[in-house]
C-alpha cells in the first residue's frame, strides 16, 4: 500500500492566499517610514528653537518635507531594473551639466555651483550624489564581483570625473560626499583587501601633494583652525569655539527648551543650518543628543538589513552605498561641530534647514524602499 501524502488541495491553498498588503504594493517599507516620519518631527521640533522661535522658516521646511515624501514615495514606485537602464544616461547627464556650471554657472559668496534655466536655479552636484553610485552599481552589477583590477580602475574613474569637476566649483564637502558614494559601491561589490589597503597608501601619499597643489587657502585654514581654534578666537576659529562652548554648556539635560544662550544671544553662527546640534545639545543636553543618534542609529540598520535582504547584486551595492553615504552625512556634521573635523559645510540629515539635500536624502530612501519591497513582492 502507498504512503499516503496528505496535502493541501491546490485551489483551497489559493483561497488561504493572503494579498499582497497596501504597502507593499506601493512599495513602501513601513519601518524605515516610521523612523524617518519620527527623525523629522523630531527635525522640526529642534529647528523651531534654533531658528529664532521663526515659523515661517518651520513652514518652509515643512513644505520641503512635504516635497521630499512625495519624491520618496514616487522613486519608491520605480523598479531596480529601471534604475539600471537610467544610470549610464543620467550619468552623462550630470557630467554635462556639471561642465555647463564652470561655463555658464550662477555664482554666489565666491563659489561657482548653481545652473540657472528660465529662472528656476538648482545645484547639480546635489543630484550626483545619487547619479554616481547608480552608474558605479549598474557597471559592476553585469560584472564578475568581485571586481578586477580593470574594473575597478574603470569605477574609479566613474567617480573621480564628477568628482574633480565639483572639486573645481570650489566645494570640497559634495566632492568628498560624492567620492564617498561611489567608493561605498566598489566596497559593497567586495573588493579586495589589497585595494583597500593600497588606497589607503595613495591618500597618505597624496596627503602633501593636495595640501600644496589642490586645496585653496581657505581649505587650508579650516583645517589649521580644526588643529587649533584658540589661535584665531575671533576669526576663524570663533565657529569651533562657540560651537564646542554650547555644546558643553548643556550637560546631561540641558538648559531647556527655547533657553539657550549662545543660539539666543547670536554667538554661535548657522545655529539653524550646519551647527543646529549645537543647539540641541545645549537646550536638552546629551540625552537629546542621545535620542538623536539612536534615531539615526535605527535607519542606519534598516538600511543595512535591506541591503542584506536584496535579491540582486545591483540592489545590494546601491542599499548598502546608500545607507554609509548616510551615515556620512551624520558623522562630518558632528565631527565638524564637534571641532574633530574640518568645517566643510555638510548639513545635519534631516534635521538642518535647507531644501536641496533634504530632497536628495529623500531620494535616495525612495530607491532603498524599491530595493526592500521589491525582494517582499517576488517572495509572495
Known amino acids: 500500500m502507498g504512503d499516503y501524502v496528505r496535502q493541501m488541495p491546490h485551489q483551497g491553498s489559493q483561497d488561504l492566499a ?3 498588503s497596501a504597502a507593499t504594493r506601493f512599495h513602501i517599507d513601513i519601518p524605515l517610514l516610521v523612523l524617518l516620519l519620527i527623525l523629522t518631527a523630531y527635525g522640526l521640533f529642534v529647528l523651531y528653537s534654533a531658528s529664532g522661535q521663526d515659523m515661517g522658516a518651520v ?26 537602464r537610467w544610470a549610464p544616461w543620467l550619468y552623462l547627464l550630470g557630467v554635462g551639466t556639471l561642465l555647463a556650471v564652470m561655463f555658464f554657472g550662477v555664482g554666489a559668496k565666491g563659489a561657482q555651483r548653481w545652473l540657472s534655466i528660465g529662472g528656476f536655479r538648482f545645484q547639480p552636484s546635489e543630484i550626483m550624489k545619487l547619479v554616481v553610485p547608480m552608474a558605479v552599481a549598474w557597471y559592476l552589477a553585469e560584472r564578475t564581483l568581485p571586481p578586477r583590477f580593470v574594473f575597478v580602475i574603470v569605477s574609479l574613474g566613474l ?12 566645494d570640497l564637502g559634495t566632492a568628498l560626499l560624492i567620492a564617498a558614494s561611489g567608493l561605498f559601491v566598489l566596497f559593497m561589490a567586495g573588493i579586495g583587501w589589497r585595494y583597500m589597503f593600497g588606497a589607503a597608501l595613495l591618500a597618505v601619499a597624496s596627503a602633501w601633494p593636495a595640501w600644496m597643489f589642490v586645496l585653496k587657502d581657505y581649505q587650508k585654514q579650516r583645517i589649521l583652525t580644526m588643529l587649533d581654534p584658540e589661535s584665531d578666537k575671533l576669526g576663524a576659529g570663533w565657529n569651533i569655539i562657540q560651537s564646542k562652548t554650547a555644546i558643553g554648556s548643556g550637560g546631561w539635560q540641558g538648559k531647556g527648551w527655547l533657553q539657550g544662550t549662545q543660539s539666543r544671544l547670536d554667538f ?5 543650518t550646519d551647527f543646529i546640534i549645537a543647539v540641541l545639545a545645549e537646550e536638552h543636553g546629551l540625552r537629546g543628543v542621545l535620542l538623536l543618534v539612536s534615531l539615526y542609529l535605527l535607519i542606519l540598520l534598516r538600511g543595512f538589513w535591506i541591503g542584506l535582504r536584496a535579491q540582486s547584486s545591483y540592489g545590494r551595492m546601491m542599499a548598502g552605498s546608500l545607507t554609509l553615504t548616510f551615515f556620512v552625512y551624520v558623522f562630518v556634521n558632528m565631527g565638524m561641530v564637534a571641532g574633530l573635523l574640518p568645517v566643510v559645510g555638510v548639513p545635519l540629515p534631516l534635521v538642518s534647514a535647507g531644501g536641496t539635500s ?5 531620494a535616495g530612501f525612495g530607491i532603498l524602499m524599491a530595493v526592500s519591497t521589491e525582494k517582499r513582492m517576488v517572495s509572495q
Open 18 to 20: 493572503r494579498p499582497p
Open 59 to 84: 513652514i518652509r521646511q515643512g513644505r520641503y518635507f512635504l516635497v521630499a515624501y512625495v519624491i520618496m514615495i514616487c522613486g519608491a514606485q520605480i523598479s531596480l531594473q529601471r534604475y539600471m
Open 159 to 170: 567617480v573621480g570625473l564628477p568628482a574633480a569637476l565639483i572639486l573645481q566649483q570650489p
Open 268 to 272: 554661535l553662527p548657522e545655529s539653524h
Open 358 to 362: 533634504i530632497v536628495t536624502l529623500m
